[in-house]
């Protein structure tokens, strides 16, 4: 979705993200990607920050996920910044609800904050959206080819992304980020999205294989608390809209 939230705003958001990171000696060259660990180690309970959480609750935002998923209540789940460096590897092929404890479809926004080129943006096996999550589950890297022989087609890369363009994907469906081959920094936001009535599950039916489990189990607990399996997603950050 081209345009939807306002660039300067986004522009604001990333100056103050990139002094934080600067602060916090997080800039180094060599680091791939930071933001987000797959262990979920970049999860603390007081993390938070007012302005960001102010626009991925944007009115605008939230008209476009309900739009995509024809959902009537929708309530975030979570929000990272996913950055890589200049040279920085690509993001393995996955799929976003292998990492989030949830027992329902979720709706993730990808939100950049620096001009991404073409050759850098997601790439989508549009097929595996179409499948049962436990026929899309795969143990292993062979596996995961075979798969995206039989069923990723249509194969689709974005275009080229400005601040202020969206994109917005389903849970289950297979992608993958490039290398970001540029000399430049590469920061986007990632906000999940869930439906009202979302539970929290850590080992959810056809997503509750190894590679996420140290993620789902600490992201539950980090954000909900560790007795919150089962319990409904709700909350002052992570409210019904």
């Known amino acids: 979705m081209p345009q939807l939230l306002d660039s300067e705003w986004l ?5 103050t993200l990139k002094t934080g990171a600067v602060n916090q000696g997080q800039q180094a060259g060599r680091e791939a990607l930071l933001g987000i660990q797959a262990d979920g180690s970049h999860l603390t309970a ?5 302005e960001l959480f102010a626009l991925l609750t944007a009115p605008d935002l939230v008209a476009a996920v309900k739009q995509v998923s024809g ?24 799929r976003d609800r292998d990492f989030l404890p949830i027992d329902r479809q979720s709706y993730t926004c990808w939100i950049p904050l620096d001009p991404i080129p073409e050759h850098c943006t997601l790439v ?10 436990e026929q899309s589950d795969v143990p292993d890297q062979a596996s995961l080819r075979r798969l995206l022989v039989r069923h990723g087609a249509p194969m689709r890369q974005l275009p080229a992304m400005q601040p202020g363009d969206v994109d917005i994907h389903q849970g289950q469906v297979w992608h993958y980020g490039p290398a970001n081959n540029t000399p430049h920094w590469r920061r986007a936001l990632g906000v999940a999205f869930v439906a009202e009535g979302t539970r929290l599950c850590a080992n959810p039916p056809g997503f509750a294989g190894p590679a996420g489990a140290r993620m789902r189990s600490t992201t539950l607990c980090t954000l909900f608390g560790a007795e919150a399996e089962g319990a409904l997603v709700q909350g002052s950050r992570h409210p019904v809209l």
Do not use: S
């Not at 007081?46 to 007012?50: L, S, Y």
């Open 124 to 133: 989508y096996a549009e097929g595996t959206a179409m499948l049962p999550p």
């Open 46 to 50: 007081d993390r938070f920050h007012q």
């Open 11 to 15: 522009a604001t958001i990333n100056e």
């Open 71 to 94: 959902l009537a209540a929708i309530r975030p789940l979570q929000f990272d910044l996913l950055t890589k460096a200049p040279g920085g590897q690509g993001t393995p092929w996955h």
